[in-house]
């Protein structure tokens, strides 16, 4: 049983939703703005776009990076591609513009600060050699205009290091959820966004704590998720690991599969992130699928048949950090560890819509031990120490 408690929607929550292309940031590989860590971003009919938050569009950005041709405006099919009429095809091109390519691995096993160090996007998380992840069960909060989980009961014991031990079933415990939160109501065909990536302090006893991107449904009982988590039930250690889930009808399901289609041979939820830095992820709506996107690649997507067809466009997003404690005074850090006022902190960043309106994030933390700080109308840092 989970307590929810009612949120009052800002002002920022009700845009008109005339669909309206967004402006779509430079493809993976783009320079940085140093003040801001975002990359640069541009007009496809001007060539530039200033956001708020100082993403400065002179910043020297490679326009190619990946060896094609200029990216086509966000949402973008390229035409001379032939549409399937199933989900198994994605779009030609990623939310953001660009064309796929395969991401970077480093060797199996690989831990995140290795990942990093080879300047790599990702490692397999184990030597199987499988392609498809394997289902994982461990608490999960969910975030809406509509109201947060704030609590609920599970019988996972989030293990204690060192060393690891085997989760085990109980009687049931306590799990408070606890965010930082950018949200928009907006109907869309999906959406974008910069995540930093960073491996915080996972308190003994905590259950995880990640940072994720989320579409949703207007009342949010429909939902499908993509981010990176820290949670040692899940994952067997202490890196940032990149995760996938859904909801159907506000009921949980799992991570990492329970009805989600593997599609890249190279990457799959489960696998180690590169600590540090900045990745994109996005969840695009295409070919009766919601389709999931990190880096510059297609992950793979959750079938239109998970929701009966439903659930084909977005009411509102979501973008937040999330701790999940048996305690409402948890020591895990969110994000990166760093206070909304540092500088350094984490965030997320250049968030786009797929034919939306324009974006103006609604932003604030729930449950009073950490922070989140609007820098922008599509930028903000969230996170903190925890109360310890």
Known sequence: MSAVWTLNAGAAENPDVTAVASASPEPSGAATDPSTGDPSTADPSTGTAPDPAGEDPSAGADPDPAGTDTPAPSGSADPSAAAADDASTPPARLPWGGRPVAVTRAEPGATS???AAEGADVAPADK?????????????????????????RTSVVAPVPPPLTEPVSGAGSQVNFLYGVGSQTAETDGTYANFS???????????????????QSADGAQIAEVGWTVDRTINGDSDPHIFVYHWVNRKETCYNACGFV???????????????????????????AWWVAYDTEWLGYFPDSLWNGQFTRTGQVQYFGEVASPT???CSHMGNGQGV????????????????????????AIGGVYGANKLSARTFRYGGPGAC
Not at 197 to 215: Q, Y
Not at 344 to 356: C, L, Q
Request: aromatic share 6%; charged share 20%; net charge positive.
């Open 128 to 152: 199987s050699g499988s392609t498809e992840a394997a289902p994982e069960f461990s608490p999960k909060g969910r975030n809406s205009r509509w109201g947060s989980v704030r609590s609920s």
């Open 197 to 215: 990536i960073a491996k915080p302090t996972l308190a003994s006893g905590d259950f995880h704590t990640l940072a994720e991107l989320s579409v």
């Open 341 to 364: 006022d540092s500088a350094s902190a984490a965030r997320v960043g250049s968030v786009a819509f797929i034919n939306g309106p324009d974006v103006d994030l609604n932003v604030r």
């Open 328 to 330: 409402t005074q948890p």
């Open 113 to 115: 600060a290795k990942v």
């Open 262 to 288: 593997q599609y890249s041979q190279t990457v799959k939820p489960g696998d180690t992130l590169p600590q540090g830095g900045n990745k994109r992820f996005g969840i695009q709506h295409y070919n009766d």
